[in-house]
């Protein structure tokens, strides 16, 4: 769909491009994101910031190329054709690797439920006690995949142009591996966000009141009831929304999007903001309170789940993280290239 962007009345600061893609031809369905330096995590005017977002802290990051979308269920699909991969999910399950990062003593369910499969949005979801408790509106879909996003009878027919889901970070490096592509660092998925910019909340600028215009979340009361004012009730195709300043679609919303970086939640607190930080790469470890026996891996960008009472993770400072042989129907990816990647 071709949408006219909205012009921000919010005052922003370009950030001087740098072009040095001369020695190697843009990528097809990539974007350049050019060198620059900017202010990275939450920002002071972000009304909806997290801990694990602060202190913002400026960082300087290399130029490199960026899927101007998420991976698509026709990407994926090529990917598989070519390479015959079996992604986690219609996988076996293992209790013997799974209970490695489950606290000491958990009991093993039953067989019945340790069958190929993953987690689907529960759209029946009522009754809702406590917003912490997740389980409330997830559910584990036994032979959910890629290819049946809502469990057997289900199919990725006529949603080509869908970014693929279900599919764990296993599965996104083997997809990487085979497209000479990675998955990008926070600070990376960050700059690419900014566009032009280097202090924005949001991928279009600064105004929370633009954000049904530009993205695809939740409205109404989560989870009990999606009005659909920005068009879509649940996932929706790729490029279903304006594009951010330098061509990149669903930087925020849709999907959840997979970093390289560990989720460490206190990793902001530790580094030094008085310094700017060249090409960061995220914590040296993985570290979550509530979480402790799993490691996890910082995501981005939020989904069409995300609603205010909920995350608010359709800012750029936003993160979560996800364990890497998890999948669900919110999360996909997409990858970026460097020059020296291309040059090989």
Same mark, same amino acid.
């Given at each position: 769909?071709?949408?006219?962007?909205?012009?921000?009345?919010?005052?922003?600061?370009?950030?001087?491009?740098?072009?040095?893609?001369?020695?190697?031809?843009?990528?097809?369905?990539?974007?350049?994101?050019?060198?620059?330096?900017?202010?990275?995590?939450?920002?002071?005017?972000?009304?909806?910031?997290?801990?694990?977002?602060?202190?913002?802290?400026?960082?300087?990051?290399?130029? /490199?190329?960026?899927?101007?979308?998420?991976?698509?269920?026709?990407? /994926?699909?090529? /990917?598989?054709?070519?390479?015959?991969?079996?992604?986690?999910?219609?996988?076996?399950?293992?209790?013997?690797?799974?209970?490695?990062?489950?606290?000491?003593?958990?009991?093993?369910?039953?067989d019945s439920i340790l069958q190929p499969g993953s987690l689907i949005f529960n759209k029946k979801a009522k009754g809702v006690v406590s917003m912490a408790n997740y389980g409330q509106w997830w559910k584990w879909q036994l032979g959910a995949n890629w290819k049946q996003p809502e469990g057997p009878g289900s199919s990725i027919e006529g949603k080509e142009n869908y970014p693929v889901?279900?599919?764990?970070?296993?599965?996104?490096?083997?997809?990487?591996?085979?497209?000479?592509?990675?998955?990008?660092?926070?600070?990376?998925?960050?700059?690419?966000?900014?566009?032009? /910019?280097?202090?924005?909340?949001?991928?279009?600028?600064?105004?929370?009141?633009?954000?049904?215009?530009?993205?695809?979340?939740?409205q109404g009361t989560f989870p009990i009831e999606n009005i659909s004012e920005d068009r879509f009730e649940y996932i929706s195709p790729v490029k279903s929304y304006p594009a951010n300043s330098i061509g990149l679609y669903d930087m925020a919303g849709n999907v959840w999007e997979m970093t390289s970086d560990f989720f460490n939640v206190n990793y902001y607190k530790e580094i030094d903001p008085t310094i700017v930080h060249k090409n960061p790469k995220g914590a040296s470890k993985s570290f979550t309170p509530s979480n402790p026996y799993q490691t996890e891996y910082v995501m981005k960008g939020g989904s069409f789940l995300c609603h205010e009472s909920y995350c608010a993770s359709f800012r750029i400072s936003a993160k979560m993280g996800m364990e890497p042989s998890s999948s669900s129907d919110h999360i996909g990816f997409r990858t970026v290239a460097t020059i020296e990647m291309l040059s090989q």
């Open positions: 769909m071709s949408c006219n962007q909205k012009k921000s009345t919010t005052n922003q600061k370009n950030v001087k491009e740098i072009t040095s893609t001369k020695e190697v031809k843009t990528p097809n369905g990539m974007v350049w994101v050019p060198k620059k330096t900017f202010l990275m995590g939450a920002k002071t005017q972000d009304k909806f910031a997290m801990p694990r977002e602060k202190p913002a802290h400026k960082v300087e990051v290399g130029g /490199f190329f960026i899927d101007v979308q998420e991976v698509t269920n026709k990407q /994926f699909k090529k /990917f598989v054709e070519e390479t015959k991969y079996i992604t986690v999910a219609e996988r076996p399950l293992d209790w013997e690797i799974i209970k490695k990062d489950l606290p000491p003593g958990t009991p093993k369910p039953a889901v279900h599919v764990a970070q296993e599965d996104a490096l083997a997809y990487c591996k085979w497209a000479n592509r990675r998955l990008p660092t926070e600070a990376e998925w960050e700059s690419a966000a900014q566009g032009k /910019f280097e202090d924005n909340i949001y991928a279009w600028g600064n105004k929370y009141e633009d954000l049904n215009d530009n993205a695809n979340t939740w």
